[in-house]
């Protein structure tokens, strides 16, 4: 069964440190999301991504986050100064179609980002 | 603006047991609603939907949801939880505006006690 794979499982930083999270997407999908989870909260989306463009992001995506697609198979969310409280579960998500909403998102195991 | 309520953060059942977990919706108009489950280590796994049609939804392992409109609820019910349906259940809307994104719950925490 095809599923989204996310690398790395868990990584730790120093406050004020670029880091960059990986996701590869299921290979047929078109839409790419990332979502987060402070510990003890709620899932919330960040950012979608479609045909090579950020198609919706929240108000947590601000400037110190950006996403890119490098290559046909990657997806990748850069938190460019880390702060403690981007301390979180962070998911990346794809899915076939966005337009319908009715397509399910499949989601990756998550990457636990750790801002020391 | 969309939102999704679990108000329980752990539910316990002894196996063998009905089980539900509860979730209520918000949002401006018809939503697409979503049960998701993660287990220790794992993603978040699609377990059902609601889109439109029959209130009564099946999913995946067994896992039903009923939606109920005046209630504004989407719970999530199995007739006999298994021991192996302990983990992390997340209710999650997307509304019918066009945005792609989901609004999740903050789960809610399933031990099935043998």
């Known amino acids: 069964e095809p599923e989204v794979t996310q690398t790395p499982s868990h990584q730790v930083t120093q406050m004020g440190q670029e880091v960059i999270l990986r996701c590869v997407p299921i290979?047929?999908?078109?839409?790419f999301y990332w979502y987060r989870q402070i510990l003890g909260q709620k899932v919330e989306f960040l950012v979608s991504f479609y045909n090579n463009e950020i198609s919706e992001k929240s108000e947590i995506f601000d400037d110190q986050f950006s996403v890119e697609r490098p290559d046909g198979s990657n997806f990748t969310l850069k938190i460019r100064s880390t702060k403690l409280e981007d301390s979180a579960m962070y998911f990346c998500?794809?899915?076939?179609?966005?337009?319908?909403?009715?397509?399910?998102?499949?989601f990756g195991q998550g990457t636990r980002l750790t801002v020391v | 603006a969309q939102s999704v309520a679990q108000p329980e953060d752990q539910v316990n059942v002894a196996e063998g047991n009905p089980l539900t977990v509860k979730c209520t919706y918000s949002v401006s108009g018809n939503p697409y609603l979503f049960w998701y489950v993660q287990y220790p280590n794992r993603g978040l796994q699609f377990l059902l939907k609601y889109i439109t049609g029959d209130n009564l939804v099946k999913g995946s392992y067994g896992f039903e949801a009923e939606f109920n409109k005046s209630q504004t609820s989407f719970h999530l019910k199995k007739p006999s939880a298994l021991v192996s349906d302990s983990a992390l259940y997340f209710c999650?809307?997307?509304?019918?505006?066009?945005?792609?994104?989901?609004?999740f719950g903050t789960g809610t925490r399933l031990t099935v006690i043998p």
């Open positions: 998500a794809s899915s076939e179609s966005g337009a319908a909403g009715a397509i399910q998102a499949f």
């Open positions: 290979s047929n999908h078109l839409y």
């Open positions: 999650a809307v997307r509304d019918l505006t066009g945005a792609n994104n989901l609004f």
